[in-house]
């Protein structure tokens, strides 16, 4: 897995030109990617949340779209729209700005629940079915969506399908004091992403992500990833569970995760790292365990105390 390793090293070394002292978090965006997944910001504003999106897409030499939601957006703003040609006589298709490989949705949590829709044929089967007819998406093919935690006045909650199509949620936090340092005298001239340059191309990563696939998974490590989806469905301060794909997400992830190490297959440390940003969005806390201020966050880290960690080899 050392073309993976080299792989995510340049990537990272790339990104952290212009996000700085976030490396647990870009890590986790490169996993995202590597799984040709999607990926959940939720921070306050202000933090870096675009500007990782635009230094992405710039690293990648790929189309990069930024889609502002509003309440007052409608789905084919999204989307796109057939319009009649009149010297043709025909309905054509002019795509919307979800036609791109990294898409910023920004704010996404104030788009009504119709809009948020027209996002989740698009998230999980990489096409658009506009009047009748289907749109394949370019790859790859990744959302970064931004929400802020803070502010809920004219916002609408994702539904748990949205909140499923998303492999992660993962939060950048303020800097210490030294980074922001950092970050005052890198801007002071001009902006850094301004001077970011593809450092890889679309196929190669199609080519990187293809080679994910192919880490190793025991049996053993596939049973622990079950078993801690299956806790979250029977925990009974849940209302609802992770779904298989939050099994899935993990199988993957982990994959990915090993690869980025360099090895060529997952660990039960793989796992138990990306548990948290994978399942616990995906669980939503029943109203009597919300009033003793239990937390979908806290419900995952009890499940990973509880649940036996595999033993033996995992490479065999």
Known sequence: MTDVKAFG???LGNLEKVIVGKRGALEMVVVG???QGHVLIEDVPGVGKTVMARAMSK????????VQFTPDMLPSDVTGVSIFNQETRKF????????GQVI??????RATPKTQAALLEAMEERQVTVDGVTHSLPRPFMVLATQNPIEYEGTFPLPEAQLDRFLLRIRLGYPDLADEVAVLE???LQHPVEQISPVFSSQEVLEAAETVKTVYVANSIKRYIVELTHRTRSNPDVYLGASPRGSLGLFRAGQARAALNGRD???????KALAQPILSHRIIVNPAARLREVTAERIVQEILLAVPVPGGTFNA
Do not use: T, W, Y
């Open 104 to 109: 910023l949705a920004d704010e996404i949590n």
């Open 33 to 35: 990617l590597l799984c």
């Open 9 to 11: 090293e340049k990537l």
């Open 92 to 99: 054509e298709f002019r795509p919307g700005p979800l036609f």
């Open 186 to 188: 890198g801007q002071q």
């Open 265 to 271: 297959h997952v660990l039960p440390d793989d796992i």
């Open 59 to 66: 690293s990648l030499g790929c189309v990069f779209n930024r």
